[in-house]
């Protein structure tokens, strides 16, 4: 029985004519299916080695809440454009909603890592923290700022008067 990839399209087409090559080496076993948005569908029909394209149903961003009914796969797979893959945690969430027994990032560079889904929930948990620590310090700066800049505006006033 022929094993099952499953690729989110989640990166732009530059990204994956770069990155399938690495992607058929890696698993040369499977057979390559890919999950896109409609408006990439023919772009990726040129890719002999993507046997079937899934259609995904909604307009914007993968996301957790809108499901796409799609068969079990061996593994999922999303090409991210940096080299951490933090910063695609939406579309890794998504890739929880479809069954699979392994799931891999592929970064721009096409080097492929497995992630578990812990490894998918630390990364909202940092990405969450970081946001938090963000909002904290703008809060911190913003308020001497308002503090400090009308006095500021004031003494130019002044000075041009």
């Not at 690729?7 to 004519?17: G, K, P, T, V, Y």
């Not at 990726?44 to 068969?71: A, C, H, M, Q, T």
């Not at 891999?104 to 946001?131: A, R």
Request: aromatic fraction near 8%; hydrophobic fraction near 45%; proline fraction near 4%.
């Amino acid at each position: 029985m022929t094993k099952r990839l499953l690729i989110i399209r989640s990166a732009s087409m530059q990204q994956l004519d770069k990155n399938l090559p690495e992607i058929v080496k890696t698993f040369p076993e499977y057979q390559i299916d890919m999950l896109t948005h409609e408006h990439s569908v023919k772009l990726v029909e040129k890719y002999d080695v993507i046997k079937n394209v899934i259609v995904y149903p909604y307009n914007g961003s993968f996301d957790v809440n809108r499901k796409v009914d799609v068969d079990t796969y061996d593994a999922v797979l999303v090409p991210v454009t940096n080299l951490s893959g933090s910063s695609f945690y939406n579309v890794l969430n998504f890739s929880l909603t479809i069954k699979a027994e392994k799931r891999f990032i592929c970064n721009l560079v096409s080097e492929i890592w497995e992630v578990t889904p812990s490894d998918i929930k630390m990364m909202k948990l940092k990405s969450n923290t970081m946001t938090l620590l963000s909002s904290i310090a703008t809060a911190i700066l913003f308020i001497p700022l308002c503090l400090v800049l009308p006095f500021k505006l004031m003494s130019i006033q002044r000075k041009e008067d």
